[in-house]
């Protein structure tokens, strides 16, 4: 059974930084992509990034470009968020998705096809 477990989401600051990490269990092979989406109440799903897990290239919503670093540990099977100068408007609930198979739109949700349960991240201003 696929797995996809989060961790990390707290309350914090504006200003302040988080890790988020996503550990991948159960998958025989290595997943195409991992991508983290947030959605904040009455919100769609959004992007946020993702990472292709063999070349390690990275997309970045343009709202957390230059701020959030997506990176992934290959021996762990776990994918990073860190998120820095953190805004009110990045509350939401983080979730983690893996792509097992090939993607040529991995901006969109549906490229994923396993999910975590999501991880809760608060900004206070």
């Known amino acids: 059974q696929v797995q996809l477990v989060e961790s990390g989401g707290r309350l914090v600051q504006a200003g302040g930084s988080l890790r988020l990490s996503c550990t991948l269990s159960g998958l025989s092979f290595s997943p195409y992509a991992m991508a983290w989406f947030r959605q904040a109440p009455g919100t769609d799903r959004e992007f946020v990034a993702t990472?292709?897990?063999?070349?390690?290239?990275?997309d970045y919503a343009d709202s957390v470009k230059g701020r959030f670093i997506i990176s992934r540990d290959s021996a762990k099977n776990t994918v990073y968020l860190q998120m820095n100068g953190l805004k009110s408007e990045d509350t939401a609930v983080y979730f983690c998705g893996a792509a097992t198979k090939i993607t040529l739109v991995p901006r969109l949700w549906d490229a994923y096809d396993e999910w975590g349960q999501g991880t809760q991240v608060t900004v206070s201003s």
């Open positions: 990472i292709t897990w063999g070349s390690g290239i990275t």
